[in-house]
């Protein structure tokens, strides 16, 4: 079980076989001794090359391996985190800007149907108006004209009267020469020409 | 094509076994499982001669075969992260780089932070990393035919147990300071004579840890070899080759079975290092 008889066993069994494929220990011997089976025993130059082994790969792999993978996991990891957070602050962003992108177009939406409905009664009153002004126009000139023929009317029928009674007095004057009073006369033309007004009308 | 097949598998298995009619089944797997100063990696030609008599301080260290396949290992490990790590805009710039990221981050993410907490993380990572990946390798080389299991011998496993003994002790101590470190270890607001049986416990209990480290690891392993090789071994017991027909699927079931048991031990090793480091540098939980 001692480190050295270890040794000398390995260096024996090197020594006395070293062209055969097996030179171990047989069990056999083991039984006899009354010693551990070879794969239970103390190796101390196992113990060595472990510890020796370990280190070293550790120290190497440290350097070329663990260090660049793991920083580069960290890297990523930060990366990625980063990239969450930004995308986060970019949805929300854009959440703001929609927001407000649609209460711009409902308030020019708003504006449009307001101006809409604003030039639309404009243009409405701007119609009524007109029309107001042309049917006013429209029953001056038809009264003024009213008016203008009826003072032709009456100026043709004082015209009229005027010269039918002058013709008349004319007439009668050369029928009767001077057999009667003018006045009289007149008198009773006017008389007549009333009597046949009236009978006229 | 099925019969084919097997009888190929067979042939393969047994060229891989150097076959001696005058050992016993028991001399066989001791051979097998064993650490020699030779190594055979390829059936039929002669073994490979490793140096012997390499003394340091009265101590033989001469490099046997099972330091061989941490060497190899080692070197794999190497080869493989020199590729592995290689990147490409923050990504790994190939597959072998993506697969190697992925299990650094499934050790990272469901072996050491949960155990070490977010702030310990980073710096132990490296430990850990390496015990995963030195284990795996180790047990992973382990199943190739005419490669031996490093993590089947003892004294490795052992090595290593003891290497975090002192790593969580050493980090309990440099945490929460030694006096502080050895009070906590023992539970606060117990009467004194109930101590006298609890202090003994809890330092047993501090040792005992690492010590089921180092057997399970052994264990597992030698177990798994032994079962393979005593199926092999049947054409020892019996006499004959035709025997292949019946233990080449089994001996491939319990092979594949053997692949899954290097990833679970290297996982186990190193989740339950991580978590006595971390049961030492928090002791309040």
Redesign the interface.
């Known amino acids: 079980m001692s480190?050295?008889l270890?040794?000398?066993q390995?260096?024996q069994?090197?020594e006395a076989a070293?062209?055969e494929?097996?030179?171990?220990v047989?069990?056999?011997s083991h039984a006899e001794s009354g010693k551990l089976?070879?794969?239970?025993q103390?190796?101390?130059?196992?113990?060595?090359?472990?510890?020796l082994?370990?280190v070293?790969?550790?120290l190497?792999?440290?350097k070329?391996?663990?260090?660049?993978?793991?920083d580069?996991?960290?890297?990523?990891d930060r990366?990625i985190n980063e990239s969450l957070d930004q995308a986060a602050r970019i949805q929300e962003e854009s959440k703001r800007i929609t927001e407000e992108q649609n209460k711009i177009l409902s308030a020019a939406r708003h504006e449009a149907s307001s101006l809409l409905q604003s030039s639309k009664s404009a243009a409405e009153d701007l119609r009524r108006k007109l029309e107001q002004a042309a049917q006013e126009e429209k029953a001056r000139i038809i009264a003024s004209a009213t008016q203008e023929i009826d003072a032709s009317k009456r100026a043709a029928m004082a015209e009229l009267k005027r010269t039918t009674a002058d013709l008349s007095i004319r007439i009668a004057e050369k029928l009767i020469q001077a057999s009667l009073d003018d006045s009289k006369q007149r008198a009773l033309v006017d008389q007549l020409i009333t009597e046949v007004s009236a009978a006229k009308a | 094509m099925h019969l084919k097949k097997t009888l190929f598998a067979a042939i393969l298995l047994l060229s891989g076994l150097?076959l001696?009619a005058e050992e016993g089944l028991?001399?066989f797997l001791?051979?097998h499982?064993?650490?020699?100063?030779?190594w055979?990696p390829i059936p039929f030609l002669?073994?490979l001669?490793l140096p012997?008599?390499?003394?340091?301080f009265?101590?033989?260290?001469?490099?046997?075969q099972?330091?061989l396949m941490?060497?190899i290992a080692?070197a794999l490990?190497?080869v493989l992260?020199?590729f592995?790590?290689r990147?490409k805009r923050?990504?790994p710039a190939s597959k072998l780089g993506h697969a190697?990221?992925a299990m650094?981050?499934y050790v990272?993410d469901e072996v050491v932070e949960p155990n070490l907490g977010k702030h310990d993380t980073?710096a132990w990572?490296?430990?850990f990393?390496?015990i995963f990946?030195?284990f795996l390798a180790l047990n992973l080389i382990s199943l190739v035919p005419g490669f031996s299991a490093a993590t089947?011998?003892?004294?490795?496993t052992?090595?290593?147990a003891v290497?975090i003994f002192i790593t969580y002790n050493v980090a309990g101590i440099i945490h929460n300071g030694p006096v502080n470190y050895v009070l906590n270890l023992f539970p606060k607001g117990v009467p004194w004579p109930i101590m006298i049986i609890l202090v003994p416990i809890e330092l047993l209990g501090l040792v005992t840890k690492a010590a089921a480290l180092c057997i399970r690891l052994f264990a597992n392993m030698?177990a798994g070899h032994i079962l393979l090789l005593s199926l092999t071994g049947l054409i020892i017991v019996f006499k004959t080759t035709l025997v292949a027909f019946g233990f080449v699927p089994m001996t491939l079931f319990i092979y594949l079975i053997e692949v899954l048991v290097a990833f679970l031990q290297a996982y186990i090793f190193t989740l339950l290092s991580a978590l006595f480091v971390g049961m030492a540098l928090h002791q309040e939980h």
């Open positions: 480190a050295e270890n040794g000398q390995y260096a069994a090197a070293p062209g494929t097996h030179s171990e047989g069990t056999a089976p070879p794969f239970l103390f190796d101390p130059g196992v113990w060595m090359w472990t510890f082994v370990f070293l790969l550790l190497v792999l440290k070329m391996a663990w260090k660049p993978i793991i580069a996991l960290e890297e990523r990366t | 150097p001696r028991g001399e001791t051979h499982i064993s650490n020699s100063h030779e055979k002669p073994a001669h012997t008599g390499w003394i340091l009265g101590v033989d260290v001469s490099p046997s099972h330091v941490m060497f080692a490990l190497i992260f020199a592995g790590s990147r923050n990504a190697l990221e650094v981050i990272r980073p990572m490296p430990f990393l390496t990946f030195f089947g011998n003892v004294n490795f052992a090595a290593m290497l030698t």
